[in-house]
């Protein structure tokens, strides 16, 4: 089964070394991992949207090739997951695809809504408010993110598996959230 491997280790200047390690899981699980760092695409001379262009293309058609996808959900500039990788999730999706994802942070999408802002948990985890100050609404759906991303990998069969890494320099680095995934995956469902 090959799997593509997304989430927003692509921008960290380790990302071989990481891609090379979720490749390894896979490869121990029984798994193919494809990992969209490791396509070398010759982007000289195209300007900046071309450039971009060409790298869509070049996922896409990965994409296109795999049998499942494992996304890491872990906030990314800002309180909800990488903006990419959730697309990555969504079209894996709509392929009928299974779409499996995981996030090395444990708070509730709620309580990081409310820390993006700056403003204080709520005292013993409780409900937060129904609006953030810009005056939207605050989704509160027990879910890790966005109820359409959590949605998804409930429909494929799958939880999103969580845990909290506190150090800032683990946070994308931590991959035993994708272990678990990577097992689950590879385990035939009776």
Do not use: W
């Not at 089964?1 to 692509?10: F, I, S």
């Not at 079209?91 to 999408?109: D, Q």
């Amino acid at each position: 089964m090959r799997v593509y491997l997304a989430g927003p280790e692509v921008f960290l200047p380790d990302s071989e070394d990481i891609g090379a390690r979720k490749i390894e899981i896979c490869r121990r699980h029984g798994l193919t991992g494809v990992y969209p760092g490791d396509t070398t695409l010759d982007l000289s001379g195209l300007a900046p949207r071309a450039a971009g262009q060409r790298i869509y293309g070049c996922n896409r058609d990965l994409m296109r090739g795999c049998d499942a996808v494992i996304a890491n959900m872990t906030p990314f500039r800002g309180p909800s997951m990488d903006v990419g990788t959730a697309f990555e999730l969504g079209y894996l999706a709509a392929l009928g695809r299974p779409v499996l994802g995981y996030s090395n942070s444990a708070r509730s999408f709620p309580q990081r809504i409310l820390a993006h802002f700056g403003l204080d948990p709520v005292p013993g985890g409780g409900d937060p408010p129904a609006r953030d100050p810009l005056g939207l609404a605050i989704e509160n759906f027990d879910m890790v993110d966005n109820l359409m991303l959590d949605g998804a990998i409930l429909d494929a069969g799958f939880e999103v598996v969580t845990r909290q890494v506190d150090d800032p320099a683990q946070i994308y680095r931590d991959l035993t959230g994708f272990e678990a995934c990577a097992r689950r995956l590879a385990t035939p469902r009776t």
